[in-house]
């Protein structure tokens, strides 16, 4: 299945501020936490800040494809 320009950029959106969420619940509230008498282990910030680049420079690039281009004017 192929994926147009514009979908992938609104998953890619999507992704951005998923992990970017995420990176906001270990920056406030730690690595480690308890639910349910469970402990549980988010996903590691190195990681997360990796991705969050990943996915926002794969963004910026088919942001930037789909503008115009204008390299120089000759007025005559």
């Known amino acids: 299945m192929t994926t147009t320009r514009a979908a992938r950029i609104a998953e890619l959106e999507t992704d951005v501020a998923s992990v970017r969420d995420a990176i906001r619940r270990i920056v406030s509230g730690g690595q480690a936490y308890s639910a349910e008498g469970r402990a549980m ?32 004017v000759v007025h005559r």
Do not use: F
């Not at 910030?45 to 120089?72: C, F, M, P, Q």
């Open 41 to 72: 282990t988010r996903a590691d910030l190195k990681s997360l800040r990796e991705l969050e680049k990943d996915y926002a420079d794969e963004l910026a690039r088919l942001v930037r494809g789909t503008r115009t281009r204008i390299y120089g």
